[in-house]
């Protein structure tokens, strides 16, 4: 998000509103009580910062800091409209009932979810307050976009209070089938919650399935295809629009000379062996990257390879870090990564290049220019764009992606070496198929899977999602009041 000109302004009300958790910049506080502003971590920012930067419109989030009190501002020709949450609200809503509650149980219950009235209850609050900050900024008849899981509520909450809008809503990670999500105490909610939006988008087509068939089940609405029928005459439409990034800005970085000549310098840096492998993630126990680790080690020990041939850089960035099961998964992955690096590395030549830390998107096309095999092995991802900015990245079509057969990418990648990251033995395999690819068929692969992210780039992908919330009927037939966009 680099630092735009900034200044508190009168606000304008806006034609376009993106609801999210997080504005896509954090507030930064140093010890000198000196603010700065740095771009906030995790997918959903990178998707909708290009698309929002070439819109004039309003972004409703939370500044990243508790407590602080901000006023509405402009950055990079947006209006960022801060939410603000207490403490004990930072910790129920956001570390308790989304992070706790609702990531692990939308992805295949990979950690026992934890279900607490009190979490609930605050996850409410905020929604409300989120609701009312969208019903204040949105112009009239205006479009409203809603995104994730920790905003499930808004759109029926935002319906009550401004039935003339247009309200979209996308889910970037995973829909569970309705045996996972039946264990919410509050599934009804949760469902009544997304009913009040226009159109529900989500990354899968399976994904969409599952939401109607619980809308069926456990609402009793009357469904047909991708369409919910209300009693109210209201319909809304749950699709899938699988998000992207934005590819050409990220092949542009990655052709940068400051870019080739990093990446250049990160291979000297490890002995140029003649094969990086890369992994890339947020800190989180869904990414499989334990498994991963292991994997590598293994061909390292069974003789396929040794520490001067192939090395393997890990990125983990801090995510989420008071959560309990991201503590000990950040204890787990520190202590295997000792122990491979203690068992196999030789002096200069680690085994495993483990950082924990964030970077920025220079040093991260850096490090795709730089690798030869990119490992995403999630045990279950929405999507996964780190997927496809390597692709992205790879304009020489060449280099290998190792992916997970249970990230939403898998769908449209289905070039790139696909694993059960359950089954250590087959992602060995694909792994070591990936180390002694020929050329030939690594540029077969890489020119497929360029074409697909090329084709499908974040832009098509809001503005697909955008044409249909356009076209859908806002509101209640009877209150609705002339709509200024078509
Ligand atoms: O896409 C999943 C998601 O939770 C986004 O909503 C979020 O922006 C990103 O991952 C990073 O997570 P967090 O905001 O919890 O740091």
């Known amino acids: 998000m680099g630092t735009g000109r900034r200044g508190a302004k009168s606000v304008q009300r806006a034609d376009l509103v993106i609801v999210a958790n997080r504005l896509p910049v954090d507030r930064v506080v140093g010890p000198d009580g000196s603010t700065t502003w740095r771009r906030s971590p995790g997918g959903l920012v990178s998707a909708l910062a290009p698309v929002m930067n070439a819109q004039d419109g309003a972004w409703i989030g939370w500044p990243g800091d508790v407590s602080a009190e901000l006023e509405p501002f402009e950055n990079e020709g947006m209006t960022l409209v801060p939410v603000t949450m207490s403490a004990e609200e930072y910790e129920e809503y956001y570390e308790g009932f989304s992070n706790a509650t609702l990531w692990p149980l939308y992805h295949d219950v990979v950690a026992k979810p934890e279900f607490h009235r009190e979490w609930w209850d605050a996850y409410v609050t905020v929604n409300q307050r989120f609701a009312e900050a969208a019903a204040k900024i949105a112009a009239d008849g205006a479009m409203v976009w809603i995104q994730d899981y920790q905003l499930q509520l808004v759109p029926a909450l935002l319906r009550e ?23 919410v105490p509050w599934r009804r909610e949760l469902l009544e919650g997304l ?9 899968l087509s399976g994904a969409a399935q599952n939401f109607i068939r619980l809308v069926r089940q456990r609402v009793g609405h009357k469904t047909h295809r991708d369409s919910v ?3 109210d005459g209201r319909v809304v439409t749950a699709k899938a629009f699988p998000i992207s990034i934005d590819t050409a800005q990220f092949e542009a970085l990655a052709r940068s000379e400051p870019v080739q000549e990093r990446a250049a310098q990160i291979r000297e840096d490890l002995g140029n062996p003649r094969r990086i492998f890369l992994g890339i993630d947020r800190l989180d126990y869904t990414k499989g990257i334990y498994a991963r680790l292991r ?34 998964l950040r204890d787990e992955i520190d202590r295997l990564v000792g122990h491979i690096n203690g068992d196999l590395g030789r002096i200069g030549r680690p085994a495993i290049s483990y950082l924990n830390a964030s970077f920025p998107q220079a040093e991260m096309a850096a490090l795709y220019v730089a690798s030869d095999i990119m490992v995403v092995t999630p045990f279950r991802d929405g999507m996964n764009l780190v997927a496809k900015e390597y692709v992205a990245s790879r304009y020489s079509d060449d280099g290998a992606l190792v992916l997970s057969e249970f990230a939403g990418a898998a769908e449209e990648l289905r070039q790139a070496y696909l694993v059960n990251p ?10 070591l198929d990936a180390y002694q690819a020929e050329p030939k068929d690594l540029t077969r692969r890489m020119k497929a899977m360029r074409r697909t992210v090329a084709e499908n780039d974040v832009e098509n992908w809001a503005n697909a999602f955008l044409a249909d919330l356009a076209a859908a009927r806002p509101g209640h037939a009877k209150q609705v009041k002339p709509a200024r966009r078509t």
């Open 161 to 183: 209070l401004r039935p003339d809008l247009r309200i979209g809503f996308f889910l970037h990670i995973p829909f569970p089938p309705a045996e996972l999500f039946s264990q």
């Open 229 to 231: 029928y209300l009693p």
């Open 422 to 431: 359950y089954d250590i033995n087959g992602m060995k395999a694909q792994m």
């Open 195 to 203: 009913l009040g939006a226009d159109l529900v988008g989500f990354q």
């Open 295 to 328: 994997a590598f080690s293994e061909l390292i020990h069974d003789g396929h390879f040794t520490v001067e041939d192939a090395t393997f850089i890990q990125v983990a960035s801090p995510s989420r870090e008071r959560v309990d099961q991201y503590r000990i």
